[in-house]
C-alpha cells in the first residue's frame, strides 16, 4: 500500500514568512548566523517533503510521475537538500503552456476545487498554473507582513488591477477578506492594453485607461469607506494625476496604505512616488500615503520588500516566500551558480508547495543578490529589471 | 565628468536614475543625465499655465531683445551646464563627441540657431504678416487697417519631441518664446547639448526659469511629452508620420525626400547647376531632411548622375576635428550596414546603376570599432519605378532619375523642399499649385537654403495660435 506523506504535520511550522519573523526587534539587521542555518536547515526539509510529496505515486501529479521515469535519478533518495534540486534538468516554460491542465493536479488533492490562472497570454497559448489554496495562503501569509496602522484591520480595500484570469483580483480580494474587510475591483484587461500599444493605438489605449480609472473614482467617491488599495505603478500615476486635475489627491480619499509591484518600480519611481503622486499639495507636510512595493508572479505568490529605511535611499529589496518560493539570482551563462553579493544576475524561481513543484524556473526578470536580514534570513534581490535579452521585445508597464 | 539634471519649469531635479551618454569613438562618458519619467511629465502640466503667465509679464518686443541677447550668449559665451560649465568650442567638441557629427558642423548649427535668435523679429513680422504683437499677447486688438482681430494661444507651452541625430531641427522651436509661449523639450538622448545650452542662454539672458521644462528621459517621456501639451512636435521617421498624421495638436517633421528638378528648358544645360545639386546633396554631412535625396530630369541623367559622382565619389571619413570633415558618423551599431545592404539589394532593380563605386577606391561602408561611416552613393535610374528613387539616407546620397518633365509632378511623391530650375511658365504654375511640395524654390536656389521668414512645414503662428472673433461692438447694421 502507499503511503501518503501528511503534509499538514509539517506545513505550520515551515511557512516562514510569519508574524513571528515580522516581529524582529530590528528586521532590517543583518541575519545572524543562527537564523541563516535555521532558515537553510527549514528549507531543507520543506524540500525533502515537498519531493516526497509530488513523487510518491499516490499523492504526486501526473506530470511530475510521469517525468520521473526519465530523469535517470529518484528525486525521493536523491534529493534531500534544496542544492540536489541542481538535479533535475532546467524546467521549460513551454510545459506550463496549454493542456490538459489536469496534469499538474496532485493525486493527493484530487477532488478539491481547482483554479487556473494565467499569465502573459497576449499572443498565442498563455502559461498556466493551476491552484487550490495556494493563492489565499500566499496572501494571508504576506498580510502578516502589512502594517496594521497603515492597512487597518476591517477596512475595505480597492483593487485597481488587471483582472480577468490573473489571479491578482481573486487574491486582493481575499486579502481583503482575510483582514477583515471588502474589497471593491476594477476590471481591467491588460493584453488588450498592450495590443493597442503594438498597434500604436495610443489615443485608445488613453482612453481605456481614462475609463478604468474612472471606475476607481466612483469607488472612491461612494461612501465606502476604503483605505487600502493594490495598484500598479501606471494606474497609481493616472489615479493621483486625475485626483490632483480634481483639486483632491490620493491621500484626500482617505486611503492610507497602498501595495504595488512589478519591475516598473524602480527607487526613482517610489522616490517620486513618496515625494509626489502620494502627497497631498494642500497639506505638504503630512506627508504621503504609505505604500510597500512587491514583486510577484503567479508562479511565486509575492515577496516582500525590505522594510523602507530611509538609509536604503529608496533602493528596493525583495525577499521571496521561503520555503514556499525561493528565488536566486544566476550567472547569465551557468543557471547553476549564483553571482556574488551585489551581483548581477537572472532571477531563476522555484517553487515548493503542496499543489506546485517547480524547480528552477527561468524568470524574464534580472537583478542583484542581496545579503539576507533579520526579517528574512535567505538572499534577497534589489533593481529587478527585465531580462535584458528580452527587454527590448518586452512590452512592460502597459497598465 | 558633467552631471546635468531635468529642469522641470527651471528647477534641478537630480534624478535616481542617470545616463551616461558617451564619445561615439572611445565609450568613454562625456555626461551623466538624469533621467525623468512620463509621470513627472503629466505632474508638471498643471503648471503649464504659469510659464505662459511668466513669459506675459514681459511684452512680446522685450523678450525679442532678450532672444538677441540669448543669441550671442549661445555663439559666445561660457554658460552652466549642469554641475559645470561650457565654453561654444567644449559645446562642439560635446556635440560631435556624442552624436558623431564633424565639430566644424555643430559650429555651423550653433551659427544657424544664432542667426535666427538674433533675426527673430523680422521672422515673427514675417510669420505674422506684420500683426502687431501685442494681439498676439493680449489675445484681441486693432491692427493698422482698423480691423478687430483675435489670436488666441491654442496652447500654453509648446511640446518638443527632439531627435539624437539631427542638430540642425532646433531653429523650429525658438520662436515659441517670444510669442510667449513655453517650452516643454524632451532632447534626444545623444543631442542633449543645445536644448540645455540653449535654455541657459535664455535663462541668462532674463527669460524666466519656469517657462521652460527639460525632460531628458527613456521611452514613456516622448508620449507623456505629447499628451501633456495640446501642442507639440515630434521629429521621426515615416512611421512617426503616419501615426501623428492627422492630429492637430501635433506636427510632424520627418523625412524630407527634398528634391531638384530639372525643367526641360534648361536641362541642355545642366553643368551650369551642378554646384546647386551637388551641395544641396552632400553640405552638412547629407543628414538634413532639407538635403536633396534625388535629381530628376527628363534626359542627360546620366551625364548628371556621373559628375555629382565625380565630385563627392572619393570622399573619405576624416577625424571629427578637422575642419575638412564632411561626413556624419553613424552612433547606432548595425545602422549603416543595414543602410548600405539596403542600398545593394535596390541596385538589384533593373534600370538602377551606382555612379559612385567607380570613384569611390574602396567600399561604400567604413567599419570602426564603435562606429561607421558611410561615403557619398550617387545612384542613376532610368525611370521613377525602381525603390530607391523613393529612398532618404542620413549620409550623402541621391539618386539621378529620369523622368519626363510632365510626369514629374505626380512622380515624385511628397516632397519638403523642391528646387525647380526652369523658366518654364506653365510648369512653374503647376508646381504652385503642387501640393505635395512644402518649400518650393523657383530659381537656383540649393535645397537646403532656408529663408527663414518663410514658414517651414507649416507656419508656427497658425499651430501655436487660433484666429478667431472676438467683438466688442456690435457690428454695423445689414
Request: overall charge neutral.
Amino acid at each position: 500500500m502507499i503511503q501518503r506523506p501528511d503534509w499538514h504535520k509539517f506545513s505550520p511550522p515551515l511557512i516562514l514568512v510569519s508574524r513571528e519573523i515580522c516581529q524582529v526587534s530590528n528586521p532590517n539587521a543583518p541575519a545572524t548566523d543562527a537564523a541563516l542555518k535555521a532558515a537553510q536547515d527549514k528549507l531543507d526539509a520543506h524540500v525533502r517533503e515537498t519531493i516526497e510529496w509530488h513523487f510518491n505515486p499516490a499523492t504526486g501529479c501526473p506530470f511530475w510521475l510521469e517525468r520521473a521515469k526519465s530523469l535517470g535519478f529518484d528525486p525521493r533518495k536523491a534529493v534531500q537538500t534544496y542544492d540536489d534540486l541542481k538535479k533535475f534538468p532546467s524546467f521549460e516554460d513551454e510545459w506550463l503552456r496549454g493542456g490538459p491542465i489536469s496534469r499538474w493536479i496532485p493525486q493527493g488533492l484530487q477532488g478539491k476545487g481547482v483554479y487556473v490562472f494565467e499569465t502573459g497570454g497576449t499572443t498565442g497559448i498563455p502559461k498556466s498554473r493551476m491552484q487550490i489554496d495556494d493563492w489565499k495562503t500566499d496572501y494571508e501569509n504576506f498580510s502578516d507582513t502589512l502594517p496594521d496602522d497603515k492597512f487597518p484591520k476591517g477596512s475595505n480595500w480597492l483593487m485597481l488591477g488587471p483582472s480577468g484570469p490573473r489571479r491578482l483580483r481573486l487574491a486582493v480580494e481575499h486579502l481583503a477578506q482575510h483582514r477583515g474587510g471588502i474589497c471593491f475591483c476594477v476590471d481591467l484587461d491588460p493584453r488588450w492594453v498592450v495590443k493597442l500599444i503594438k498597434r500604436g493605438n495610443m489615443k485608445e489605449m488613453e482612453a481605456y485607461r481614462d475609463h478604468v480609472i474612472d471606475q476607481a473614482l466612483t469607488i472612491l467617491s461612494a461612501g465606502h469607506d476604503i483605505r487600502c488599495m493594490f495598484t500598479t505603478p501606471k494606474l497609481l500615476e493616472a489615479l493621483a494625476q486625475k485626483l490632483f486635475d480634481k483639486g483632491s489627491s490620493i491621500k484626500e480619499t482617505g486611503i492610507t496604505g497602498i501595495f504595488s509591484g512589478g519591475t516598473e518600480f524602480t527607487p526613482q519611481w517610489y522616490r517620486f512616488a513618496m515625494e509626489e503622486l502620494l502627497c497631498d499639495p494642500n497639506n505638504p507636510e503630512s506627508g504621503p500615503v504609505f505604500m510597500t512595493p512587491t514583486y510577484g508572479n503567479t508562479l511565486m505568490g509575492l515577496a516582500c520588500g525590505k522594510p523602507f529605511d530611509p538609509a536604503d535611499n529608496y533602493k528596493i529589496t525583495y525577499f521571496a516566500p521561503q520555503p514556499r518560493a525561493v528565488i536566486e539570482v544566476v550567472e547569465f551563462k551557468d543557471y547553476n551558480t549564483l553571482v556574488p553579493y551585489g551581483g548581477t544576475g537572472r532571477v531563476k524561481l522555484t517553487t515548493l508547495t503542496k499543489e506546485t513543484f517547480i524547480p528552477g524556473f527561468m524568470e524574464r526578470d534580472e537583478g542583484e543578490r542581496e545579503k539576507p536580514i533579520a526579517r528574512y534570513p535567505w538572499d534577497g534581490i534589489s533593481g529587478t529589471r527585465p531580462f535584458h535579452e528580452f527587454a527590448k521585445s518586452t512590452t512592460v508597464g502597459v497598465y | 565628468m558633467i552631471d546635468i539634471p531635468v529642469l522641470r519649469w527651471g528647477k534641478p531635479y537630480d534624478s535616481m536614475e542617470k545616463q551616461e551618454v558617451v564619445h561615439f569613438e572611445t565609450g568613454e562618458p562625456v555626461a551623466r543625465v538624469s533621467q525623468a519619467n512620463g509621470a513627472m511629465v503629466k505632474m508638471d502640466r498643471r503648471f503649464a499655465q504659469r510659464a505662459r503667465d511668466a513669459l506675459r509679464q514681459f511684452s512680446i518686443d522685450q523678450l525679442l531683445e532678450m532672444m538677441g541677447k540669448a543669441g550671442d550668449l549661445y555663439l559666445n559665451a561660457t554658460l552652466p551646464i549642469g554641475n559645470g560649465t561650457q565654453t561654444p568650442a567644449d559645446f562642439c567638441r560635446m556635440q560631435s563627441a556624442t552624436t558623431g557629427l564633424p565639430e566644424h558642423m555643430a559650429a555651423f548649427n550653433m551659427r544657424k540657431n544664432h542667426f535666427v535668435l538674433t533675426h527673430m523679429r523680422e521672422i515673427l513680422e514675417a510669420l505674422t504678416r506684420g500683426l502687431p504683437f501685442d494681439i498676439l499677447s493680449k489675445g484681441f486688438g486693432k491692427e493698422n487697417r482698423g480691423v478687430m482681430l483675435s489670436y488666441q494661444a491654442n496652447s500654453p507651452v509648446l511640446g518638443l519631441v527632439l531627435p539624437s541625430n539631427s542638430p540642425g531641427v532646433h531653429t523650429l522651436w525658438l520662436p515659441a518664446i517670444a510669442l510667449q509661449i513655453g517650452l516643454v523639450l524632451k532632447p534626444g538622448s545623444q543631442e542633449i547639448w543645445t536644448p540645455y545650452r540653449m535654455t541657459e542662454a535664455f535663462y541668462q539672458a532674463g527669460i524666466p526659469r519656469e517657462a521652460i521644462s527639460l525632460y531628458p528621459g527613456g521611452h514613456d517621456v516622448g508620449p507623456a511629452v505629447m499628451e501633456a501639451c495640446d501642442r507639440s512636435m515630434i521629429f521621426g521617421g515615416q512611421a512617426t508620420i503616419e501615426k501623428y498624421a492627422g492630429n492637430p495638436r501635433v506636427q510632424v517633421h520627418g523625412p524630407g525626400f527634398s528634391k531638384i528638378l530639372l525643367g526641360d528648358d534648361i536641362v541642355d544645360d545642366w553643368r551650369k547647376y551642378l554646384d546647386i545639386m551637388v551641395d544641396s546633396i552632400f553640405l552638412n554631412g547629407g543628414r538634413g531632411c532639407i538635403n536633396a535625396s534625388s535629381i530628376w530630369a527628363s534626359r542627360h541623367t546620366a551625364e548628371i548622375a556621373d559628375a555629382i559622382a565625380q565630385r563627392i565619389g572619393s570622399v573619405a571619413p576624416l577625424p571629427m576635428t578637422d575642419p575638412k570633415a564632411s561626413l556624419a558618423a553613424f552612433t547606432v551599431k548595425g545602422q549603416a550596414e543595414g543602410v548600405s545592404a539596403q542600398i545593394d539589394e535596390g541596385c538589384q532593380e533593373s534600370g538602377v546603376t551606382e555612379v559612385t563605386a567607380k570613384y569611390r577606391n574602396g567600399p561604400r561602408l567604413v567599419q570602426h570599432e564603435r562606429c561607421d561611416f558611410l561615403r557619398p552613393t550617387i545612384i542613376h535610374a532610368t525611370s521613377p519605378e525602381p525603390t530607391l528613387t523613393r529612398a532618404e539616407y542620413m549620409f550623402p546620397f541621391g539618386v539621378v532619375v529620369e523622368c519626363p518633365q510632365d510626369k514629374m509632378i505626380a512622380e515624385i511623391g511628397p516632397t519638403l523642399v523642391c528646387t525647380a530650375l526652369t523658366h518654364d511658365a506653365k510648369w512653374k504654375q503647376k508646381l504652385l499649385d503642387a501640393t505635395n511640395i512644402d518649400r518650393l524654390n523657383l530659381g537656383e536656389v540649393k535645397t537646403l537654403q532656408l529663408n527663414w521668414l518663410q514658414p517651414h512645414e507649416g507656419n508656427i503662428i497658425d499651430f501655436l495660435f487660433r484666429n478667431r472673433a472676438v467683438q466688442t461692438e456690435a457690428p454695423l447694421a445689414h
